[in-house]
Nanobody, 124 residues
Framework: QVQLVESGGGLVQAGASLRLSCVGS????????MGWFRQAPGKEREFVAT????????YHADSVKGRATISRDNAKNTVYLQMNSLKPEDTAVYYC?????????????????WGQGTQVTVSS
């Protein structure tokens, strides 16, 4: 059974940093492109970042570009999202997702597996 488990969220002040992690089990993530998405209360789930199976290609949403970096360690079956200079508008539940293809995607519907999410709350 495929399972993705996120960790690393929390309550921080504006300007702080967090590193979110997503560990896979029941699946070899090196065969999958991965993505991070987030959903704030009352809003739709939105794209944050995506990375190819090898880590050679990645894209970040304009809202986090320059402040967030997606990376992966296939030996550890883990994907990371480093977020710096956090803002109150970054407050959301952050989800990692895996898709069966090896190429990146910004579209949630293109992902096959999802974690349960980790809460990030940024206070002003």
């Amino acid at each position: 059974q495929v399972q993705l488990v996120e960790s690393g969220g929390g309550l921080v002040q504006a300007g702080a940093s967090l590193r979110l992690s997503c560990v896979g089990s029941g699946v070899t993530l090196s065969r999958n492109a991965m993505g991070w998405f987030r959903q704030a209360p009352g809003k739709e789930r939105e794209f944050v970042a995506t990375i190819s199976w090898s880590g050679g290609v990645s894209y970040h949403a304009d809202s986090v570009k320059g402040r967030a970096t997606i990376s992966r360690d296939n030996a550890k079956n883990t994907v990371y999202l480093q977020m710096n200079s956090l803002k109150p508008e970054d407050t959301a539940v952050y989800y990692c997702a895996a898709r069966s293809g090896t190429t990146t995607s910004r579209v949630p519907e293109n992902y096959d597996y999802w974690g349960q999410g980790t809460q990030v709350t940024v206070s002003s």
